[in-house]
């Protein structure tokens, strides 16, 4: 007889088909450990991701085409399997649409969430790895950004649904001794699997720098724009941490281990804790894909913050977990994914 902790554990990844879920979901394949199962409602992704994913991992995935608006989808998936944990990546992420629409985010982003923890406790799953941003942060108070920064005074809708969301859990693990829940704190994630084969398809204009700068560099667009260049900062514009997605990844899969031990409800930051200027990334686009990126200087961007990168420490001593690639490694693989797929999963 096989020892139970030695069977693989099915793993729900909601919004797996997406930019972020498509890379944990391609790391959990390749742990033993592990066997995810996705559910995804394919608004913002492409199911020849999903395929993708299964010829780079020799896998089948389970997949799903669920809404998570309505409970009884999940309620059919949960049926399925005996799940271990949920990863839940799913939700909408257009910072400027939330300003325009602020209650579609608050309707979707905070109710598949609310649907998905009562799913949970219907069928006794109380480990839980929760999407959140360094948007909660806000403006921040000091520099690098610890978990002890205080949260909560986003600019926008979509920053709030985070901070809303966090706090949700957060009750919940007060009352829910048994849970354990942890919120990952993305930085700026960029870059793409080094395949080429899976990466970030955005629709129409891009409204993150890195898409746009690779977009500019494979021709679909004519110039990049510097959104401010009078902030305090070393050459007066936007400081970022931005980490490869596949390090991103990673840290999901060595978060789980911490959803094994009794942890209540605690919060990691995911990022390097080093800084990109604009300027610096425009450049350092350049030099990986070898093309001139033309650019204009513009205002600031409505909302934004100078400088924002985060205190690794949590991260690295409680989870063992560390952002190892570099600039120009997010730039090559970021390069790589638009050059073979210069209309995104679209040409396939
Ligand atoms: P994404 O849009 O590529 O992935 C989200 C996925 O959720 C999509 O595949 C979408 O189809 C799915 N989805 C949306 N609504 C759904 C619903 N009602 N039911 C089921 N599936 C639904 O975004 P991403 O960049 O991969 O982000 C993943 C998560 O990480 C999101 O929660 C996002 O807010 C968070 N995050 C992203 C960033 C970033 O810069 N990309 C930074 C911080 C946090
Ligand atoms: C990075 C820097 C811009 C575009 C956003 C969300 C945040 C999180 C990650 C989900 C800034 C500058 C940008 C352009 C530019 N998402 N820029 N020209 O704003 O740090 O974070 O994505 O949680 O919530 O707000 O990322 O990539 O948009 O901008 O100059 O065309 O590049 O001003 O300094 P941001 P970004």
């Known amino acids: 007889r096989g020892h139970e902790e030695d069977e693989p554990k099915f793993v729900l990844v909601t919004g797996g088909a997406g930019y972020i879920g498509s890379h944990v979901v391609l790391e959990l394949l390749k742990d033993y450990r592990y066997v995810p199962v996705v559910v995804d409602n394919l608004d913002n992704s492409h199911p020849e991701c999903l395929h993708r994913i299964e010829a780079l991992s020799g896998k089948k995935v389970p997949f799903y085409p669920v809404d998570m608006m309505y409970k009884d989808g999940l ?155 009078d902030y305090a900062t070393r050459d007066g514009t936007g400081l970022r941490d931005y980490i490869h997605v596949v390090d991103l990844a990673q840290g999901h899969v060595a978060a789980l281990a911490k959803l094994e031990e009794k942890c209540g409800c605690r919060a990691y930051n995911l990022g390097t804790g080093k800084s990109v200027s604009v300027l610096e990334m425009i450049a350092a686009v350049e030099k990986a894909s070898g093309k001139k990126i033309p650019y204009v200087l513009c205002h600031r961007r409505e909302g934004d913050v100078g400088e924002m990168y985060c205190d690794t420490t949590k991260a690295e001593t409680e989870l063992k977990w560390k952002a190892t690639r570099s600039l120009d490694q997010m730039c090559a693989d970021s390069w790589n994914w638009q050059r073979k797929n210069p209309t995104g999963y679209k040409t396939a």
């Open 75 to 229: 309620r059919e998936v949960f049926k399925k399997y005996n799940f271990s944990s949920a990863i839940h990546l799913a939700g909408l992420k257009a910072v400027g649409e939330s300003v325009e629409n602020p209650m579609k985010y608050y309707r979707v982003n905070i109710g598949i969430a609310l649907n998905l923890v009562e799913v949970m406790k219907e069928f006794g799953v109380g480990k839980l790895l929760f999407s959140s941003s360094a948007t909660v942060y806000g403006t921040p108070k000091y520099l690098p950004l610890d978990e002890n920064h205080e949260t909560g005074a986003c600019s926008n809708p979509y920053g709030k649904t985070k901070f809303f969301i966090e706090e949700m859990l957060k009750d919940l693990s007060q009352v829910e001794n048994d849970w354990n829940i942890v919120l990952l704190r993305y930085f700026n994630p960029i870059g793409a699997h080094e395949s080429g084969e899976i990466g970030e398809d955005p629709n129409g204009i891009p409204a993150n720098l890195m898409p746009f700068l690779t977009q500019v560099a494979v021709g679909k667009r004519k110039e990049a724009k510097v959104f401010g260049t």
